[in-house]
Nanobody
Framework: QVQLVESGGGLVQPGGSLKLSCAAS????????MGWYRQTPGKPRELVAT???????NYADSVKARFTISRDNTKTAVYLQMNSLNPEDTAVYYC????????????WGQGTQVTVSS
């Protein structure tokens, strides 16, 4: 029932910027954590950044000082501002939502391709 719709991926030159957006819909418990993960061929999916409904953030070491995660609790949306992109950031980026109400539920978006290349 919960759906995550992503947008903002694309091709960008090294040193450039992109902003990813993800909007959640459906029956969602208000206390939740949303975030972004990324995956490249042959590698497991890895955490990029998360943000709780109260604004607590966590970042992977590789993106600290370059990426900023934010959210809009009214719309249950999450954003990822990516600056100073490099080819190592190339991956499929997935939106994630995790919520706990008696049990923990995890939801994923379809993924959006980010390619950093000259």
């Amino acid at each position: 029932q919960v759906q995550l719709v992503e947008s903002g991926g694309g091709l960008v030159q090294p040193g450039g910027s992109l902003k990813l957006s993800c909007a959640a819909s459906g029956t969602i418990f208000s206390i939740n954590t949303m975030g972004w993960y990324r995956q490249t061929p042959g590698k497991p999916r890895e955490l990029v950044a998360t943000i709780s409904s109260r604004g607590t953030t966590n970042y992977a070491d590789s993106v600290k000082a370059r990426f900023t995660i934010s959210r809009d609790n009214t719309k249950t949306a999450v954003y990822l501002q990516m600056n100073s992109l490099n080819p190592e950031d190339t991956a499929v980026y997935y939106c994630n939502l995790e919520t706990t109400k008696v049990r923990t539920y995890t939801y994923w978006g379809q993924g959006t391709q980010v390619t950093v290349s000259s």
